[in-house]
């Protein structure tokens, strides 16, 4: 092989292409299809859809995700671990239990009502989920009801509320989780008067208010 001529300098190497951070398209991807999930619902969204949201081609968000089921399953997840994140967030510091309940009643109104459209995704398309993809999802979902019905048992003790079952837990998701049918910004109420309303709904009539 011939030699290099003395004084020749080598050949520049070609720039290696940029390596686009696939964490962050995952993220896109999740958060792109849960805005379509939510507007136009699971059944009606198509990966084309999701795709073209993102600047794909069709078939890319396959490299992500095995199936538009796999895709539902991450949103639903998403959604769940940022509110645990914004839960463990409003509860940091608190110690008595009208407190912990307020803070619980405004960070869930403000993850399903301005925060994370991922979220509200849970409770319309809940339906679309496979058996296994179920599985995964209640586990998430365990951790963060789990906090509440805590909450719920101090109370109690307290004096606070009348009941601390499980249905009583439901019942107050139940009401809470409504309100993304209802409640539009600047149409009369605002988040906290929201709150505040469930939360004086909820603790005994002789508790005293505290804002």
């Known amino acids: 092989m011939a030699r290099s001529r003395e004084g020749t300098k080598p050949a520049p190497r070609k720039a290696k292409a940029a390596v686009p951070d696939e964490g962050n398209r995952r993220s896109e991807l999740i958060r792109k299809a849960g805005r379509l999930f939510l507007e136009k619902g699971y059944d009606a969204t198509t990966i084309r859809d999701i795709a073209d949201a993102v600047g794909m081609r069709s078939g890319s968000p396959f490299y992500h995700f095995k199936s538009k089921q796999d895709m539902l399953k991450a949103v639903m997840i998403e959604g769940l671990q940022s509110a645990l994140a914004s839960q463990e967030e409003a509860m940091a510091g608190l110690r008595e239990p009208e407190e ?52 719920l048992k101090e109370l109690k003790k307290a004096g606070l509320v009348n009941d601390d079952s499980k249905v009583v837990r439901l019942l107050l998701f139940g009401a809470l989780n409504w309100t993304v049918q209802w409640y539009r910004p600047g149409g009369g109420l605002t988040l906290d008067q929201i709150a505040d309303h469930m939360i004086d709904f909820v603790l005994c009539p002789d508790t005293p208010k505290k804002r």
């Open 100 to 151: 912990k309940f307020r803070a619980l009643v405004r960070s869930h109104l403000r993850i399903i009502l301005e925060d994370h459209a991922e979220f509200p995704v849970l409770l319309y398309e809940w339906r679309a989920l496979s058996g296994e993809s179920r599985a995964e999802v209640i586990a998430v979902k365990d951790r963060y009801e789990a906090v509440w019905q805590s909450t």
